[in-house]
């Protein structure tokens, strides 16, 4: 079964580094997503992404924050100058459509620590 | 706004007995709900959905859910609890027709004993 998959599983960083986070969605698919959970809290949207370019983004997604899809496979989030509060689990989906009733496809997380 | 709301923390179940794991939404519209599973250093795995229609809905691993719009309400249920079911769940919720984003539940997390 085709599945989403992160790299890496874990990052550690140093605060104001910049850290990118990659996903290889499923491959038919063409509707990007990111999304963080913070230890102990809710999983947060923070952007949607279709046609190489943003769709939707909350209000978590400021001008630190950029996405990329570099090649036909891969999907990158990048942190440019992380923060303590961006430590969290950082997951990516991808969905078949961006209709609604599609169920998105997540993949496993890259847990970012900042310190 | 959309808001999602697991009441509980953690269910606990012992293996063979029905489990139940709550979850009430609030949406302007018609929504469209959804339940994934977590289970230790995965993913969040798709369950089961409701769009329209029939409100009890089936999905993997013998888990269903019931859609009560008067209360609601989209309440996970299986029949007889698995220790391998053991996990965290989420539900989730999208405005019906939207492109937008879910909404999640803060999660719920179901221990099965043996």
């Known amino acids: 079964e085709p599945e989403v998959t992160q790299t890496p599983s874990h990052q550690v960083t140093q605060m104001g580094q910049e850290v990118i986070l990659r996903c290889v969605p499923i491959?038919?698919?063409?509707?990007f997503y990111w999304y963080r959970q913070i230890l102990g809290q809710k999983v947060e949207f923070l952007v949607s992404?279709?046609?190489?370019?943003?769709?939707?983004k909350s209000e978590i997604f400021d001008d630190q924050f950029s996405v990329e899809r570099p090649d036909g496979s891969n999907f990158t989030l990048k942190i440019r100058s992380t923060k303590l509060e961006d430590s969290a689990m950082y997951f990516c989906a991808s969905s078949e459509s961006g209709v609604g009733s599609y169920e998105q496809y997540f993949g496993p997380g890259t847990r970012l620590t900042v310190t | 706004a959309q808001s999602v709301a697991q009441p509980e923390d953690q269910v606990n179940v012992a293996e063979g007995n029905p489990l139940t794991v709550k979850c009430t939404y609030s949406v302007s519209g018609n929504p469209y709900l959804f339940w994934y599973v977590q289970y230790p250093n995965r993913g969040l795995q798709f369950l089961l959905k409701?769009?329209?229609?029939?409100?009890l809905v089936k999905g993997s691993y013998g888990f269903e859910a019931e859609f009560n719009k008067s209360q609601t309400s989209f309440h996970l249920k299986k029949p007889s609890a698995l220790v391998s079911d053991s996990a965290l769940y989420f539900c989730a919720v999208r405005l019906g027709g939207s492109q937008g984003n879910l909404i999640f539940g803060k999660g719920t997390k179901l221990s099965v004993k043996p």
């Open positions: 992404f279709y046609n190489n370019e943003i769709s939707e």
């Open positions: 491959s038919n698919h063409l509707y």
């Open positions: 409701y769009i329209t229609g029939d409100n």
